[in-house]
């Protein structure tokens, strides 16, 4: 069980989405609750930043390291046709349910994806027009197997775009990345409506798009 909020994203008052953040999700190996299982504020920045940047209407989106699922959701919410949310398997069952909360069984699918060891999920023929991520630039170790599974996602047309607490080790994560041949571009370093979304004001956030080069996004 968890707490079910009801989450704003966009000014309209009919742009909510529903999601339940479970406190019995525990990680199987060191027995603590992970951390994907609560909405983090950079879903929250993402969220309310994407419906006035991004066009969804008829697009496939897929979120990675999606947690709660909020970004991929209010992707949903905005038109886009095909929507997947992928993250760890213990993950996968409250995902549903936000799913399912948000009557959005139509057109949003749940997978499992461990970045660069598990892609049974994603097929070959699995290329997105959207990728969507939040405060994914935790451990730079994480980068190469995001790199793999960003490279297998993504075609020419592809868009990647990551929202970000900015935090001491966020640069060496992007820094792995573009050492894989991903170019980096910063978006918005303002506070992005921070106020509107977020408690903590003082927190700074960021997002970037990221561009796989044509050579490195048709590797395999």
Do not use: Y
């Not at 994407?50 to 992707?75: D, R, Y």
């Not at 047309?157 to 080790?169: F, G, H, I, L, Y």
Request: glycine residues 8%.
């Amino acid at each position: 069980m968890g707490i079910i909020r009801e989450i704003p994203v966009a000014e309209a008052a009919a742009h909510k989405v529903l999601v339940e953040e479970l406190d019995d999700a525990i990680d199987s190996i060191t027995g603590r609750p992970l951390t994907g299982s609560w909405v983090w504020d950079s879903a929250l920045v993402l969220s309310r930043w994407i419906p006035t940047h991004l066009n969804f209407q008829g697009k496939s989106v897929l979120e990675l390291g999606a947690g709660a699922g909020l970004p991929g959701l209010t992707a949903a919410l905005l038109g886009a046709n095909r929507v997947v949310l992928t993250d760890v398997q213990q993950l996968l069952p409250g995902l549903l349910k936000n799913v399912e909360a948000n009557g959005f069984t139509d057109r949003v699918e749940v997978k499992q994806l461990v970045w660069g060891l598990d892609d049974s999920g994603i097929t070959e023929s699995s290329t997105f027009d959207i990728v969507l991520m939040s405060d994914v630039f935790f451990d730079s170790e994480d980068m190469i197997g995001l790199g793999k599974a960003l490279r297998r996602v993504c075609g020419e047309a592809t868009q990647v775009w990551a929202a970000t607490e900015m935090r001491p080790w966020t640069g060496e994560c992007l820094d792995q990345l573009m050492a894989q041949g991903f170019q980096v571009v910063e978006q918005e370093t303002s506070q992005l409506s921070v106020h509107a979304a977020v408690q903590d004001s003082d927190t700074f956030f960021a997002i970037f798009q990221i561009k796989p080069t044509l050579a490195e996004s048709s590797e395999s």
